[in-house]
């Protein structure tokens, strides 16, 4: 199944100013801009939550892959 999310959210300065900080010391590739680079990892890191969640519920409920 797949879903398309859209979803606008603000930074606080400090939160931009750590992540810059953990982008330039990530930074492989050159062209990714930090827009970008905060859009890829939220995303990225929205799904894995979600794939350790359902891993977590499955094995509670006896599903198989």
Same mark, same amino acid.
Request: hydrophobic letters at 35%.
């Given at each position: 199944?797949?879903?398309?999310?859209?979803?606008?959210?603000?930074?606080?300065?400090?939160?931009?100013?750590?992540?810059?900080?953990?982008?330039?010391?990530?930074?492989?590739d050159e062209?990714?801009?930090?827009?970008?680079?905060? $859009?890829?990892?939220?995303? *990225?890191?929205?799904? /894995? %939550?979600? #794939?350790? $969640?359902?891993?977590?519920? *499955?094995?509670?409920? /006896? %599903?198989? #892959?």
């Amino acid at each position: 199944m797949k879903f398309r999310i859209e979803h606008t959210f603000e930074l606080s300065n400090r939160e931009v100013e750590a992540m810059r900080l953990y982008f330039e010391e990530q930074k492989v590739d050159e062209e990714e801009s930090f827009r970008d680079f905060i $859009k890829s990892y939220v995303i *990225s890191g929205g799904v /894995g %939550l979600l #794939e350790e $969640k359902a891993a977590t519920e *499955s094995r509670l409920f /006896g %599903l198989e #892959e």
